[in-house]
């Protein structure tokens, strides 16, 4: 496994050079002489400082034409110390156009002058003179470190730093401060950097310099996001925009914007980062900054290569390789090469790609940049490898491995670990990949603790997929090979520990109330943008449901996704600061993913068995795990099986047996990719699992698999008639997103007393402004399944007709009585249940009932499942008032199902695909179930597919009456679908629903 290793680094802001407030200082007579010469330079000095200030490109070459007419006047007059001066500014004009030697030329003759007349000035120019020279120093240090010269850089901040203390410039001290930092920093000194920076930020905030306060935060940001901590990381760069954007200060916020982006794209947010990145190439372009713009161009270079994109990503490397060479940044120059090998790679065009990275590694080490040098190495050794040139691979992986710890780069780290680790497999040395590939998944637990909470988190940890699965993998080969060591059991252990970790968190801070006593002012800010949110979501549905073309429906979505992230992280931003100005947060313990042990004492009873699976794509693998004993089992690889299991599900949801002209063979239709599937992933423990209750912990595909309908036999010869018994007849079958989460429920709900009332109902919403309900003003009549009633498209959403089912634009959304028939059953059974029906099932109703009095919940209606805009997912309400007026907003969205606060020991949502969401590596399916079990809802009973109206409201009044005869929730879905089984056979009119979460009643807790 070598893998071509193209990633951007993190740039810190080049402060060091910064922009200074000074007007041009007059010394006294002794070191100019007065005239009309000089009247005339001066004009032109503050006409280049009037256009410096501008900082377009454009300004600044014209303000370097002013400032070399400038200085000719000066020293053709004789006046070397103005026209120094006015060389200060030059060189600080060229830096912020990139021209780093031009730059590096004007500050060494400004430097010379300045020190000179402190040998030879008194009184008031002396201290002008040392001003000035103390000034030069710093910025002079600061590019010598841009072109790699790091003893000179460092010789000229320590001179910088002593004579600034001696003379009292504290301005001067930070400032140097602050260049060491980086120093440091681009020398892997991290920590010595943090230290160096925090003394410069104290004086700078001591002596209310903005920019260079903003610049020395983001800094500080920068390296936090080298250490891996992106949480701090993105802290510091959202301190430094207002304040960069207060004062103007375009190069600061632009740099800013593109270390956002950096962590972003360190967490997998490719989308997310390219917007950021985006936003910085456009103020590069405008202010002229090519080194950044280069730097930039990098970055998108690198997302567009990850994307596949690769022809794109190579033009965008070329462009940001000539802008690197044209300003003379080497460090910039070899990480383009990089890069451009790295695609080259990619391409199978090796002899390329080797001549980039050899000229890459020669300017690495000649600018001193340790932790490029280490990418470098990591590639050569890639190629070597695939070459099936092992030994030398690893020699070069070897030496980046030794950089990337001494310049304490943990990503990078972890990477040349897996790379040995994989080297090192092919090898058969199973023992020495063993120990790298567990220091690497260490080193990935440390990262993904330090990474901001919540969807971030969880798209980081969806990243690091691989690493799991390759150690999966190894322990697994062990396993084979000496199978009474326990490898099999550790490789349980790395399958649960991958699995779910954000839900666990998430319903750890389920149990805290992180606004109680929190600051108003960030509550309000919440709030504010809770409300932006909304607004964008009912923007979005009305906009696309006026849209005329896909091509307008595609654009109306990238506006809305470029709107809500730029929300969404700002909220996320308050979130995390609510988060740490709460001491119950701060004294949270997440909960351990559990071992096997703790699995058949904590989890599993004598009558459950655990079937926990993983798909991999050369082989996947079974645990099954009963109170007393396990058993791993070999299953195919990922591909062949999520084959199957698609189509297993799509032959279900094709089917209509029931108006088939033949049942059976329309039945065998379906038992075909069934069977295939049993074959495929249950038959290894059929005899193990008779007659107990089924814990399915599924992987990929597998989660849009109703286990229940998977019929019990392997597949028979074509033509042989085949009795359609589903693994239903047999099992209680419960789902579960990891065997922890199981368990952390437990832990969190155990002590919490029931709700005092047992139901509330919500069903048969009012869709249309022509629902009779509306146009009538009276009690609502029956409506035919044939019937639709039109929706208007400036309402929102709607659906296909008969299915409680997937809402799409410009459709009709049509009314489900059956749900009205559904409510009426369910009261027949709970005759004091509290139930809401036509306008009142609203928004209002969510937001005026206490629905933690409420033990059991039923929602009937349609339910909404957005693949692309996961945040859109959600139950639809009344769309319409009494007077056929549209409500503010007729849905409940996943983020207020977050925010709702249930005591619930069940929910149901009694509509279509509300088991559905979008699948995340190392998550499963992320959706409505979620947000439910986080808001105190102990299980869930939801839908894989759009359900029938009829059969529904049958299956739901048949589970509530045995609910009633205090079966558990699990005992009695399995009942209610077993009639409809006996009744329909046809699975898509009963298998629909699964039971997610804890399966035992209240009593057997």
Sequence with gaps: MAQAAIRPIAAPVEWGVGLADEALELPGEWLVAQGAETEEALRLYQEGRELLEQGTEESLRGAIEKFEAAIKFYEDNSIVFLGAIVRYWLGFTYVNLGYNREALSQYQVAFLIFEAATQQATGEDLETARSWRDKTLPNLGAVYNYLGEKQKAIEAYNRALSLSRESGNQSNEALTLNNIGMLYSSLGEKQRALEVYNQALYLLQKLEVRDGEAATLSNIGAVYSALGEKDQALNYFNQAIPLLRAIDNRHGEASALHNIGTVYLDLGEKKQALEYFEQALNLRKVVGDRGGEANTLNAIGVIYWDLGESTQALEIQNQALLLHQSVGDRTGEARSLNNIASIHMAGDNKKQALVYLEEALLLKRAVGDLAGEAVVLLNIGAIHSDAEEKDRALEYYNQALLLD?????????????????????????????????????????????????????????????????????????????????????????????????????????????????????????????????????????????????????????????????????????????????????????????????????????????????????????????????????????????????????????????????????????????????????????????????????????????????????????????????????????????????????????????????????????????????????????????????????????????????????????????????????????????????????????????????????????????????????????????????????????????????????????????????????????????????????????????????????????????????????????????????????????????????????????
């Design 405 to 1005: 710890r001494a310049v304490g780069n943990i990503s990078g780290e972890v990477y040349t670990l897996w790379n040995i680790a994989a080297v090192q497999r092919s090898q058969n040395n199973l023992t020495a990949a063993l120990t790298n590939i567990e220091t690497a998944i260490a080193l990935i637990e440390q990262l993904r603790a330090a990474a901001p909470a919540g969807e971030l988190r969880q798209t980081y940890f969806a990243e690091q997929q691989g690493y799991y699965q390759f150690y999966t993998d190894l322990l697994m080969q062990l396993h084979q090979q000496n199978p009474d060591q326990g490898h099999d059991i550790e490789a349980f252990h790395i399958s649960e520990r991958s699995r779910a970790r954000t839900l666990l968190e998430l319903l750890a801070e389920s149990q805290l109330n992180l606004r109680d006593d929190a600051n108003s002012e960030l509550l309000e800010r919440e709030r504010d943008l809770l409300a932006q949110l909304t607004a964008q979501q009912q923007l979005l549905t009305q906009r696309l449901g006026n849209a005329q073309t896909p091509e307008e429906q595609a654009q109306i979505r990238q506006d809305y996704t470029t709107a809500t992230n730029r929300i969404s992280s700002e909220l996320d931003a308050v979130i995390n600061q609510l988060k740490r100005q709460n001491p119950a947060y701060t004294d949270l313990k997440y909960p351990e993913p559990l071992d096997l042990a703790q699995v058949q004492q904590q989890i599993l009873d004598e009558d459950t068995v655990l079937l926990q699976y993983s798909l991999h794509p050369d082989q996947s693998y079974l645990w099954l795990v009963s109170k007393d004993g396990y058993e791993t089992h070999i299953l195919p690889p990922q591909k062949e099986i999520e084959e199957t299991a698609r189509s297993f599900y799509r032959q279900i949801q094709i089917s209509n047996c029931q108006n088939a002209p033949n049942t059976n063979a329309c039945l065998d239709r379906l038992i075909t990719p069934g069977a295939a599937l049993y074959d495929q992933i249950l038959a290894p423990v059929a005899q193990q699992i008779q007659g107990k209750r089924l814990l399915i912990v599924p992987d990929g595909a597998l989660h849009y698999v109703p286990f229940a309908a998977i019929p019990q036999t392997s597949p028979l010869p074509k033509g042989t008639e085949q009795d359609y018994q589903p693994l239903l007849t047999q099992h209680e079958i419960v789902h579960a997103p990891s065997a922890t989460a199981i368990a952390t429920q437990r832990q969190n709900l155990r002590d919490r007393p029931p709700a005092p009332q047992e139901l509330a109902i919500l069903a048969d919403p009012v869709f249309s402004a022509t629902d009779p309900r509306v146009t009538s003003k009276t009690p609502a009549s029956p409506v035919t399944l044939s019937s639709t009633i039109p929706l208007n498209t400036d309402l929102l959403l709607g659906r296909a007709a008969l299915d409680r089912g997937l809402c799409t634009a410009n459709t009709t959304l049509q009314r489900l009585p059956g749900t009205r028939r559904e409510a009426k059953a369910l009261q027949s059974h709970s005759p004091d249940a509290s139930t809401v029906l036509d306008f009142e099932a609203n928004q209002d109703w969510f937001e005026t009932t206490a629905l933690d009095q409420y033990q059991t919940l039923f929602f009937s209606t349609h339910g909404c499942i957005d693949s692309q805009n996961p945040g859109l997912s959600g139950l639809v309400l009344s769309l319409v008032d009494e007077n056929g007026q549209a409500e503010p907003d007729g849905f409940l969205r996943l983020n207020e199902i977050f925010n709702l606060r249930l005591n619930a020991d069940l929910v149901v949502l009694s509509a279509c695909q509300t088991g559905l969401g979008e699948t995340i590596k190392g998550e499963g399916m992320v959706g409505m179930t979620r947000g439910f079990m986080y808001a105190g809802a102990e299980r869930v009973v939801v839908s894989l597919w759009n359900v029938n109206d009829n059969a529904t409201a049958e299956l739901m009044s048949q589970f509530y009456g045995t609910l009633q005869q205090d079966k558990p929730a699990s005992a009695a879905l399995r009942e209610a679908q077993l009639a409809l089984w006996e009744k329909y056979q046809e699975p898509r009119l009963w298998a629909a629903f699964t039971l997610q979460g804890e399966w035992l009643g209240r009593e057997e807790e």
